[in-house]
């Protein structure tokens, strides 16, 4: 069975402080890795789909790597526009034509001034 | 922004009624999908549509019924709705297979009291 976690559920930083979130993964085929931001009271929003081992992508502060089995992603001097929920996500090879996707539970990010 | 508008955005019901939400979208894209985001579970999907009149069951299916009679336009019914089924509702639209992004709406609150 599909599964992702994870870790941690909340991280405190200060500003420029940087870190890394970790989101583990089981799938029997990757066929995907996706991780969304999400403000309160919002919709998930897209940042980056990573589709095999060794994959990485940049956005401002953000950068996402893949290995086989997890993926980070690292904040780099983050600052309090950061602070959000980021979810991550996969969509296993047997789901291609559907798109169905598996979430795991967030980590939620609070990045004090 | 994926052109996604769900209504209504807050409703309030009482045990035992029928609720229907609404998602519409703009960009004609071929899968929609229902999930609900609930503390402790992160978004678990519930039914998805890979074309009109085209549906699935996803992994939370049971007492959701949903509809979609025109790309645009895709329903979730709660026959009869029960407390269990207090939660924010997402509704996603995907372009197609190869462009394998889902995109979100804003979320329902529904609160069954």
């Known amino acids: 069975e599909d599964q992702v976690t994870q870790s941690p559920e909340a991280l405190r930083l200060q500003e420029g402080e940087s870190s890394s979130l970790n989101c583990s993964y089981t799938v029997s085929g990757l066929r995907g890795l996706f991780w969304y931001r999400q403000d309160p009271g919002k919709g998930p929003e897209f940042l980056f789909t990573?589709?095999?081992a060794g994959e990485e992508k940049e956005k401002e502060r953000l950068k996402a790597t893949l290995t086989k089995k997890e993926s980070f992603l690292h904040i780099t001097a983050p600052k309090p526009e950061d602070s959000a929920t980021y979810l991550c996500?996969?969509?296993?090879?047997?789901?291609?034509?559907?798109?169905?996707?598996?979430f795991g539970q967030g980590t939620t990010l609070q990045v004090k001034p | 922004d994926a052109g996604i508008t769900q209504s209504p955005r807050h409703k309030v019901t009482e045990t035992g009624t029928p609720v229907t939400l609404r998602c519409h979208q703009t960009e004609n894209h071929r899968y929609m999908y229902w999930y609900r985001q609930d503390p402790g579970h992160g978004l678990r999907l519930i039914h998805y549509?890979?074309?009109?009149?085209?549906?699935d069951k996803g992994e939370v299916s049971d007492g959701y019924s949903v509809s979609r009679s025109k790309t645009e336009d895709f329903l979730l019914t709660l026959e009869s709705a029960t407390s269990s089924q207090t939660s924010v509702y997402f509704c996603?639209?995907?372009?197609?297979?190869?462009?394998?992004?889902?995109?979100f709406g804003a979320g329902t609150r529904l609160s069954v009291l």
């Open positions: 549509s890979y074309g009109v009149k085209d549906t």
């Open positions: 996603a639209t995907q372009p197609g297979v190869a462009k394998n992004i889902q995109y």
């Open positions: 996500a996969v969509q296993d090879s047997s789901s291609s034509n559907t798109g169905k996707l598996i």
């Open positions: 990573l589709y095999s």
